[in-house]
């Protein structure tokens, strides 16, 4: 029989996406739904070192399913990576009457919830919350799916000014380390090239791709950026070599930064959200720690949070293909 589960702390800690606030609403009205209580952690897991919690019930998350950000708000802790700080936080959760754990978040979250596991044995479950969608073990993270329609959006604008005025564009998109949302968000968009962390084109084949672009009749061409891409040279440096090589272009730069990580959710990450939410909440009644929930082959999963956060994952290299076949 597993411990009876009653009081669940659900917290959001790292970079802020999409969905979060949908899925705190989740957890909080899954634990009501089983007479569990719940209470929010303020700023992750700094919330916890300072015992920053608040009782929560199904109305104190009225009317979040599609807001942006996260109501719990949400920090990077570095005093968390300290055994006093945990040791501090474990205390909070003992004297609150927590006895299991949602976090919501990304990789950093995951190594900070696995560690507290090991040292007190807290029941922990993970949900993966990131615009960059690099979480193994997950076909889609809360936020990435927002994050692609606003980045597909902006740059139908962008397309705008670039083919009135028969200009090339840059546009930096964010990924640090990985290039699913330039990758898909440039194949949404109809871009002509896309840069990304996990293939480097190569300063030579993107002058090669952009001339034979303009010889074909282009007269206006976006090419997507992820910001972590391999190329060599940051966006302003890649306007630069390009205009100093190819003279015939007229480049500008456009840098989305955060308003790719704001804004309302989609209905796809609201609906992940509310799944992802509820299988955390069954999953530590079930008497079960120590997994992340996703989402594979459009089935709810659990994975391990030691995999989740050690596994790579890869991008679809086909989609590489798709993307170099539209850009004809
Ligand atoms: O959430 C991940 C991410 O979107 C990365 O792609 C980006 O590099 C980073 O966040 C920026 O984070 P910060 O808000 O800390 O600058």
Redesign the pocket.
């Known amino acids: 029989m597993p411990k009876t589960i009653k009081k669940v702390g659900v917290l959001t800690s790292?970079?802020?996406?999409p969905g979060m606030n949908a899925a705190i609403r989740s957890v909080v009205r899954t634990c009501a739904y089983h007479n569990i209580e719940c209470i929010g952690i303020y700023r992750g897991y700094q919330g916890m070192i300072e015992g920053d919690f608040k009782e929560m019930g199904p109305r104190s998350v009225n009317n979040i399913v599609n807001k942006g950000g996260t109501i719990l708000k949400s920090a990077?802790s570095s005093e968390f990576k300290t055994a006093e700080g945990r040791h501090k936080a474990h205390e909070n959760l003992l004297k609150a009457g927590v006895d299991a754990l949602v976090v919501i978040g990304?990789d950093g979250t995951f190594t900070g919830a696995l560690l507290f596991n090991k040292e007190f044995d807290f029941p922990i479950m993970g949900i993966p919350g990131?615009?960059?969608n690099?979480i193994f073990g997950t076909s889609h993270t809360l936020?990435y799916d927002t994050?692609l329609n606003t980045v597909v959006e902006v740059i139908d604008k962008i397309r705008d000014t670039a083919s009135s005025h028969n200009r090339l564009f840059f546009v930096e998109v964010?990924?640090?380390?990985?290039g699913h949302?330039a990758l898909n968000a440039g194949i949404g968009a109809g871009a002509e090239e896309i840069l990304i962390p996990e293939e480097d084109l190569g300063l030579e084949r993107l002058l090669e791709s952009l001339q034979k672009s303009k010889a074909s009749g282009k007269s206006s061409s976006i090419v997507v950026i992820?910001?972590?891409d391999k190329i060599g040279k940051n966006v302003f440096e890649l306007k630069d070599y390009v205009e100093a090589n190819l003279p015939e272009y007229d480049v500008r730069v456009s840098v989305l930064g955060?308003m790719?990580?704001g804004g309302s959710p989609s209905c796809f990450d609201r609906v992940l959200a509310s799944r992802l939410g509820v299988k955390a909440v069954e999953s530590l009644i079930d008497g079960k720690s120590n997994f992340m929930v996703g989402l594979q082959n459009d089935a709810v999963s659990l994975t391990p949070l030691e995999q989740a956060i050690k596994g790579k994952t890869m991008i679809d290299r086909e989609l590489l293909r798709v993307s170099d076949i539209m850009s004809t």
Not at 174 to 178: C, E, K, T
């Open positions: 790292g970079g802020d996406s990077r990304g990131t615009i960059d690099d936020g994050a964010m990924g640090r380390d990985a949302i992820a910001e972590g955060h790719q990580r």
